[in-house]
C-alpha cells in the first residue's frame, strides 16, 4: 500500500447504528486531518491531530469521535448520525503541521450515507 | 464574505483549449497557495505548489499568485480528456495548518 488508504470506501448507515472510517497513511507523516466535502462546497476541517495528540477540534459535533492511535493511523468513529452527516470524509497526511512542509496528501474517500 | 471564492463553474472546453481558472481570497494573511486536482471518486492530489507571489510552471500547467489583487489563477494548456476533474484552490498562511478551500470548479475536456 502507497499513500494515504481509507476504509471502507462506501458505508450506509442508519441513525441509530455505530460505525467507524479508518485511515492509514504509509508516507511517514506526522500530522493527520480528517475532513468533510459536501457536494458544492468547501472542504470543511474536522480535526487535526499531530504525532497522535489532537491539536484542532473544529466544533464538530460531538456524534463524531476521533481517535489516533499513532502518527499511522486515524479513526473517525460515528454514532447517532443524521442525514445532513451524509458526504465525502476524506483523511489526509502531511510531513509537518504547518510550514513549507505542510502539503497534505489525501486519501480517496468514504462516502456516507445516513438514511 | 467567503474567505476563498471560487466559481464552480461547471466549464466544459474542447479538446486542445486552454484552461482558465481562479480564485479570490480575501485574508491577506495567506502564504501558501495551492491548487488540487479531484477526479470522481477519488481523493483531492496536489497538483500545483506556490509560495508567495508569482508564476509556477509545470508541464501544461501555470499557477499564477497576484497578491496584490488576492487572485490566483490555473491554466492548463493544450488541455487533454484526462484533464476533466473538479479542481480546488486551497491556500493557508505561512504557520498556519489549517486550509482554506475553495469550493472547486467542474472541468469537462471533450474529445
Known amino acids: 500500500e502507497t499513500g494515504v488508504t481509507q476504509t471502507p470506501r462506501h458505508l450506509v448507515m442508519g441513525m441509530t447504528n455505530k460505525k467507524s472510517l479508518k485511515c492509514e497513511q504509509h508516507l511517514g507523516h506526522n500530522a493527520m486531518y480528517w475532513y468533510k466535502q459536501s457536494a458544492k462546497k468547501p472542504l470543511e476541517l474536522m480535526f487535526v491531530?499531530?504525532?497522535?495528540?489532537?491539536?484542532e477540534n473544529n466544533s464538530v459535533p460531538s456524534r463524531f469521535s476521533p481517535e489516533c492511535p499513532n502518527s499511522s493511523h486515524l479513526f473517525l468513529h460515528l454514532h447517532t448520525l443524521q442525514p445532513e452527516d451524509s458526504a465525502l470524509y476524506l483523511c489526509?497526511?502531511?510531513?509537518?503541521?504547518?510550514?513549507?512542509?505542510?502539503?497534505?496528501?489525501f486519501g480517496p474517500g468514504t462516502r456516507l450515507t445516513v438514511l | 464574505q467567503k474567505e476563498v471564492e471560487q466559481d464552480p463553474g461547471p466549464l466544459s472546453v474542447p479538446e486542445g483549449a486552454i484552461v482558465s481558472l481562479n480564485c479570490t481570497y480575501s485574508?491577506?494573511?495567506?502564504?501558501?497557495f495551492m491548487w488540487y486536482r479531484q477526479y470522481s471518486r477519488k481523493g483531492p492530489e496536489l497538483l500545483m505548489y506556490?509560495?508567495?507571489?508569482g508564476n509556477k510552471e509545470d508541464g501544461r500547467f501555470t499557477a499564477q499568485v497576484d497578491k496584490s489583487s488576492k487572485y490566483i489563477s490555473l491554466f492548463i494548456r493544450d488541455s487533454q480528456p484526462s484533464d476533466s476533474a473538479t479542481y480546488l484552490c486551497?491556500?493557508?498562511?505561512?504557520?498556519?495548518?489549517?486550509?482554506?478551500f475553495g469550493a472547486g470548479t467542474t472541468v469537462t475536456v471533450r474529445a
Open positions: 491531530y499531530n504525532f497522535k495528540e489532537q491539536t
Open positions: 506556490t509560495y508567495s507571489s
Open positions: 485574508n491577506s494573511a495567506f502564504q501558501y
Open positions: 486551497a491556500m493557508s498562511g505561512r504557520n498556519d495548518y489549517k486550509l482554506s
Open positions: 489526509a497526511s502531511s510531513q509537518e503541521l504547518a510550514g513549507v512542509r505542510n502539503e497534505q496528501f
